[in-house]
């Protein structure tokens, strides 16, 4: 079986498409950055577009002001109100999401290629002249509040939300992408006009473009589109310093299956050690069932139905970050097994196997995040966010094939240190230990989730299908 998976992950290596093979650079001038890649299997041309306007630009008392902001996009600009660009969207069946992420408000475009020009001037339209008007302002405002209504009664994202306030302790990236109620009912329209002006800007703009249409064509489109865009200078985005609070935080709400959500200081994305994490971290916990965490946790002890974790690199910090559900009773057994099974790969690191598997599949399944145009563009997208070289790609497997067993090992002791665990539960263990310590200030408190909203879904949230990013 093992023989099998390997031939079909050195079939799928090989046949990485032309579109993510054969990028190339086009020239938008010295602060932006434009990746291109040709292909013409299907007329369909897809835009990623990263601009320097993440919640980690949001003023103090301000949070959610980004995601805020990248919600509105869509609701008019120019001479058209919310319908009126909703129409000329749909019309020409335009693909056009925001999301607002920590560092970057990703925007995605997705097109036929006869529809190109149009699609871009809409984007050029939202990007220099958005309307905010009051109606779409005050219906908008109440789906994000609703939405973080309904959250404070799921245990993954009280965890989640916590977890950040506690692991970043007083930089932008504590507080949530989306903001809490309080800052989201006090945010203007003003505002919001205030942070397109400074953030919406081409200075610092990440572009990859892949699809039916030639690198002129390309260059020609994307300098009109972009030639009236605003040429400031965001500020630069401030320190990040000690990360992380070891130990363990109890945020109680009365749920049958509380969710851990644990950490530990990741490996930044420019750090020669990335990579060899990336794999180790893999073996620990992000392989599905091959995981170490899944072997012990789930099939051994049978104390939860998945575990996993990830290696997140942003522009100020890394994180190595994870999350387990399960019984109020065995919350604290689940917390000491992770504990454990971290501290036993840190001391042994892998076996030659397990790194030989993690190899196949990381590089086996890279070729299928560019299995479409739209998700070329969002894997190369993701790669510029990490201030990654257009070579990479094509670097991208030998660099995982070359990690070695001592590698791995080495790192294996730097990262995965179970005494500067931070661990985040939502909802209250019922085995001996600690008493759960009262909510905070400001955060979430579970209450009854209200009616899901029957309008639109909040733009800036995903809502396109999910887009596997391989590191």
Do not use: C
């Amino acid at each position: 079986m093992r023989r099998a998976f390997a031939a079909l992950a050195f079939a799928l290596a090989a046949a990485v498409p032309a579109r993510a093979a054969d990028i190339k650079n086009i020239d938008l001038g010295k602060k932006a950055e434009v990746w291109f890649a040709e292909d013409h299997t299907v007329p369909i041309i897809a835009f990623n577009i990263s601009l320097p306007a993440g919640s980690a630009y949001d003023p103090a008392g301000k949070g959610g002001l980004a995601a805020f902001t990248a919600a509105m996009i869509d609701e008019g600009a120019g001479g058209m109100d919310s319908r009126a660009f909703h129409e000329a969207l749909a019309n020409r069946a335009i693909q056009f999401r925001a999301n607002a992420e920590r560092d970057y408000l990703v925007i995605s475009v997705v097109t036929l290629s006869e529809n190109a020009p149009e699609a871009m001037r809409l984007l050029q339209l939202a990007l220099t002249h958005p309307r905010f008007d009051a109606e779409a302002v005050t219906r908008v405002r109440a789906q994000i509040i609703q939405s973080i209504q309904q959250s404070q009664a799921e245990p993954p994202r009280v965890a989640g939300r916590a977890f950040a306030r506690e692991f970043f302790g007083a930089h932008a990236y504590a507080h949530p992408v989306t903001g809490e109620i309080d800052t989201i009912a006090h945010i203007s329209a003003e505002d919001m006009r205030g942070f397109a002006r400074g953030h919406w800007v081409k200075s610092g703009i990440k572009i990859a473009v892949t699809g039916d249409i030639s690198q002129a064509a390309t260059a020609k489109l994307l300098a009109s589109t972009f030639l009236p865009v605003s040429g400031a200078t965001p500020p630069a985005l401030p320190e990040v310093g000690k990360l992380g609070a070891p130990g363990v935080h109890v945020i109680a709400m009365p749920v049958p299956q509380p969710t851990a959500v644990f950490g530990l200081p990741g490996i930044m994305r420019a750090d020669p050690d990335f990579i060899p994490g990336y794999v180790a971290n893999y073996i620990v916990g992000g392989g599905g069932f091959s995981s170490r965490l899944t072997q012990e946790i789930r099939v051994k002890r049978g104390l939860t139905y998945g575990i996993s974790t990830s290696l997140n690199s942003l522009r100020k910090a890394s994180v190595m970050q994870g999350s387990v559900a399960t019984r109020a009773d065995a919350v604290r057994q689940t917390v000491q097994v992770v504990k454990d099974t971290l501290a036993d790969f840190a001391a042994n690191g892998p076996t030659p196997q397990e790194l030989e598997d993690a190899k196949t599949y990381l590089t086996g399944s890279f070729p299928l995040a560019f299995a479409s145009n739209g998700g070329t563009a969002s894997q190369l997208g993701a790669f510029q966010r990490q201030n990654l070289d257009i070579g990479y790609v094509a670097r991208r497997n030998a660099m995982i094939q070359a990690v070695t067993l001592d590698q791995v090992k080495r790192v294996a002791k730097r990262l995965f240190d179970p005494a500067r665990l931070t661990v985040v539960i939502a909802g209250t263990p019922t085995e001996g230990g600690a008493r759960p310590r009262p909510t905070p200030p400001g955060a979430p408190v579970a209450q009854a989730p209200p009616p899901k909203p029957v309008d639109k879904p909040v733009a800036g949230a995903v809502t396109a299908p999910k887009t596997v990013k391989k590191p």
